[in-house]
């Protein structure tokens, strides 16, 4: 039995999928050009957002770029030449430690962000509330950093310090991270002001979730599994019906020891009442549990990179 849907489409969807012009290769001279082009508008995001909402309210969120904003503050030192004084450093000691492999993907990240930094320094800040400040410049720097990751670059910083420390300490990186994030805070805390540390927190916490949808889209869809003894009409229904494809499954029952089969199907948020009416169609008595999924990449959904 087949568990990949696309082969059990009926004829209708098979002639739509033969129809359908394939993606072609691209050269890898352009997906190396598309990915610098991410990494380099992403590092324009982060620059602008950090300098017209960051700077300007004393918002230090982490990393290398609120370092740069604690020693403006005491010592007046533009950040992007604090942020270049911690970067290159950083850069040789991930060069000597991971190679030339890891060091290609961050060094234009490392040396391009402080450029932006530095060239947008004089722009002015919307907004003097520092609520806003956070909840937006958040939004920015979020989407900068996602469209760099999605170029599969670095801009360096404390990032890299976290994956040294997890190399020779073998403390977990999921655990470094937030550590050197919450040192950089906590220091706001006490050298900027308490307050100002708690509107950074919620700045790393919009950044987080900016990422996360930059990663995975705003679009959620659903996996649903059917448990029926009349799956194989429900199946149909999905491939005829709903026009989407499915895989069945064989489970055991717990109580009973029997053998009870399970359709599995994918479908976009607004399919769902359409998938429920099919199925209490069929089989009122049919156990369906819906739940969402961060991403599908295939055929029908999202196209893998």
Known sequence: MPLSGIKDHPPAVKKRHRNRVHNRPIHPAKQAAGRILLLVLGCLFVAVSFNMFFVSNGIASGGVSGVSIIVQRTLGIVPAYTQWALNVPLFFAGLFVFGKRFALQTVLGS?????????????????????????????????????????RGSTGGLDLAAQLLHRY???????????????????????????????????????????????????????????????????ESVLHDLDRGMTRLIAQGGYTGEDRPIVMVVVSQNEVPRLKSLVQAVDPRAFVIISDTAEVLGEGFKRTE
């Open 111 to 151: 040396l391009v962000l402080p450029l932006f930094v530095l060239l947008t320094s004089h722009w002015s800040s919307p907004t003097s509330n520092p609520l806003l400040a956070a909840i937006y410049g958040g939004i920015g720097v979020g989407i900068g950093l996602g469209l760099v990751f999605r170029g």
């Open 169 to 235: 300490t073998g403390l977990r990186l999921g655990l470094a991270l937030p550590l050197f994030d919450g040192m950089v805070i906590l220091a706001a805390g006490l050298i900027i002001s308490p307050e100002n540390a708690l509107y950074a927190l919620i700045a790393l916490f919009v950044t987080s979730k900016t990422i996360d949808i930059m990663q995975t889209g705003l679009l959620v869809s659903k996996v649903a599994f059917i448990i029926s003894n009349k799956a194989e009409e429900i199946g």
